[in-house]
């Protein structure tokens, strides 16, 4: 089992750029798939992109995938997401998550979130 650690949210205006990290402890980190969720304030929370075990395959959705890259360092355990041209439309708090299968209900295990505002 792995525990998680999202930083690098913050406030930025619209059009700006920002990189979150998930640090995950644990030997097993390579064995798990990864993803991004996001939740808004009065939302439910939604899935943004995912990585595969080693970082050959990478599923985005919608629009996002021109704005935002996932990728993952699995020397350094850790998962990042560079989000560009942020809208305010993107303001939530992004969770990281860990995953044993394909499925979305396969993502077990969350990080406590981080906050990203973009002001318009």
């Known amino acids: 089992q792995v525990q998680l650690v999202e930083s690098g949210g913050g406030l930025v205006q619209a059009g700006g750029s920002l990189r979150l990290s998930c640090a995950a402890s644990g030997r097993t980190f390579s064995t798990y798939a990864m993803g991004w969720f996001r939740q808004a304030p009065g939302k439910e929370r939604e899935f943004v992109t995912a990585i595969s075990t080693v970082g050959l395959t990478t599923y985005y959705v919608g629009s996002m995938k021109s704005r935002f890259i996932i990728s993952r360092d699995n020397a350094k355990n850790t998962v990042y997401l560079q989000m560009n041209n942020l809208k305010p439309e993107d303001t939530a708090v992004y969770y990281c998550?860990?995953?044993?299968?394909?499925?979305?209900?396969?993502?077990?295990?969350w990080g406590q979130g981080t906050q990203v505002t973009v002001s318009s």
């Open positions: 998550a860990a995953s044993s299968g394909p499925a979305l209900s396969d993502y077990k295990t």
